[in-house]
């Protein structure tokens, strides 16, 4: 399915299932398989704002700061990478909607971390 893609466009995969069932622990034990460099564990639950995805736009105060999230996108752009994204059913829906859009086609990406 994934051979047809290009190399660079984004891949976004979810593993849904009810609490209990090991997707937490799945996605930490990526981390391992995958090395720290091309891997990033994101809890959503603590995603209440855009802001808290992608940073502060200039000039506000800040805004130089990146969220982890944002840097490790910053610092792998253009290279293939695994972002887990944990319990993403709980991020609000305009943090939802931003970090879609984004991945979408990828493109995005650069104007959100501007």
């Not at 399915?1 to 090991?22: I, V």
Request: some cysteine; charged content about 25%; hydrophobic content about 35%.
């Amino acid at each position: 399915m994934h051979c047809s893609r290009p190399r660079n466009a984004p891949s976004l995969h979810t593993s849904p299932g009810p609490p209990g069932h090991g997707k937490t622990l799945i996605g930490r034990h990526m981390q391992r398989i995958f090395g720290e460099a091309s891997y990033h564990f994101e809890d959503c639950s603590k995603l209440h704002h855009v802001i808290n995805l992608w940073g502060a736009p200039p000039p506000f105060h800040k805004s130089e700061q990146r969220p982890r999230f944002a840097e490790f996108l910053v610092q792998r752009s253009g290279e293939r990478a695994v972002v887990v994204l944990d319990e993403a059913e709980k991020m609000e829906q305009d943090v939802a909607n931003s970090l879609l859009s984004v991945m979408q086609d990828g493109e995005g990406i650069a104007c959100c971390l501007r």
